[in-house]
């Protein structure tokens, strides 16, 4: 997983030009460091679907792959589908380091080539906001058709009601330093859930303190964010709730 990274884009006017944006990101190598906002995604979906040894799961817009890595460390029969090559590439030498085997699949995830109700989680992070409304339908179409029958299907996407990170974007738009092209944050999933077939169970919003590095475009900002941090902490955990984390994790299951 890579929150942001995936290479399929939103419609065929920004197709060419993401696709290539994501290609050249990748060239320029990939961190595997274990990072806050790698341990939040991990927790939510642990959190959400409980034991994963012996599941099987997809990750749909794998890009470092580094969460799956994670889930086969637990036991699960992971699944990795990129469009770009070379994320696959790395995430095969990344699980071959860590003695882990896994599936590798190059294809776009709009059209997964995949059987029927083959796995129990289908997943994503960072993923969706790259894509129009009838591209997030047609890929929620394609998660729901790969998972079995009562199976969970996971999605996280950066969150529009999360004021810092809209506050960094937006900046970093403006100044032209965001890298990571076309990105419409997400109120909710619900319709491309329901358009899919799926029963969304539960969605919210996780993430507050991984907003504040997004605080970061803005240049003299460093102690202005460590104080919302040290102020956010002290809050308690009925107050936290009021403060929409980055990202919004919606969950359904197949019927």
């Given at each position: 997983?890579?929150?942001?990274?995936?290479?399929?884009?939103?419609?065929?006017?920004?197709?060419?030009?993401?696709?290539?944006l994501w290609e050249n990101l990748w060239g320029k190598g990939v961190s595997y460091?274990?990072?806050?906002?790698?341990?939040?995604?991990?927790?939510?979906?642990?959190?959400?679907?409980?034991?994963?040894?012996?599941?099987?799961?997809?990750?749909?817009?794998?890009?470092?792959?580094?969460?799956?890595?994670?889930?086969?460390?637990?036991?699960?029969?992971?699944?990795?589908?990129?469009?770009?090559?070379?994320?696959?590439?790395?995430?095969?030498?990344?699980?071959?380091?860590?003695?882990?085997?896994?599936?590798?699949?190059?294809?776009?995830?709009?059209?997964?080539?995949?059987?029927?109700?083959?796995?129990?989680?289908?997943?994503?992070?960072?993923?969706?906001?790259?894509?129009?409304?009838?591209?997030?339908?047609?890929?929620?179409?394609?998660?729901?058709?790969?998972?079995?029958?009562?199976?969970?299907?996971?999605?996280?996407?950066?969150?529009?009601?999360?004021?810092?990170?809209?506050?960094?974007?937006?900046?970093?738009?403006?100044?032209?330093?965001?890298?990571?092209?076309?990105?419409?944050?997400?109120?909710?999933?619900?319709?491309?859930?329901?358009?899919a077939g799926l029963r969304l169970i539960d969605e919210r919003g996780i993430g507050?303190?991984?907003?504040?590095?997004?605080?970061?475009?803005?240049?003299?900002?460093?102690?202005?964010?460590?104080?919302?941090?040290?102020?956010?902490?002290?809050?308690?955990?009925?107050?936290?709730?009021?403060?929409?984390?980055?990202?919004?994790?919606?969950?359904?299951?197949?019927?």
């Amino acid at each position: 997983m890579n929150m942001k990274r995936n290479p399929d884009t939103i419609g065929t006017a920004h197709e060419e030009e993401q696709k290539q944006l994501w290609e050249n990101l990748w060239g320029k190598g990939v961190s595997y460091r274990w990072d806050a906002l790698s341990e939040l995604v991990l927790n939510a979906l642990l959190e959400t679907t409980g034991p994963v040894h012996d599941k099987k799961i997809l990750e749909a817009g794998s890009g470092t792959g580094k969460i799956s890595l994670r889930l086969a460390m637990e036991g699960a029969e992971v699944t990795l589908v990129d469009y770009a090559q070379q994320a696959l590439e790395q995430s095969r030498l990344a699980f071959r380091l860590k003695n882990r085997t896994a599936e590798f699949v190059h294809a776009d995830i709009r059209s997964i080539p995949e059987e029927d109700n083959r796995y129990d989680l289908c997943w994503n992070a960072g993923v969706l906001e790259h894509f129009s409304n009838e591209e997030k339908i047609r890929i929620m179409q394609e998660m729901a058709r790969i998972t079995k029958p009562g199976g969970s299907i996971i999605v996280l996407v950066p969150y529009s009601c999360c004021l810092p990170y809209r506050i960094g974007k937006a900046y970093a738009e403006q100044a032209g330093s965001w890298p990571y092209g076309v990105e419409m944050p997400v109120t909710s999933l619900k319709e491309p859930f329901t358009a899919a077939g799926l029963r969304l169970i539960d969605e919210r919003g996780i993430g507050f303190l991984e907003s504040l590095e997004f605080l970061d475009f803005m240049p003299g900002l460093g102690l202005w964010k460590e104080w919302m941090r040290s102020w956010y902490d002290e809050l308690d955990t009925d107050e936290q709730r009021h403060f929409p984390g980055y990202l919004l994790l919606a969950h359904g299951r197949k019927p």
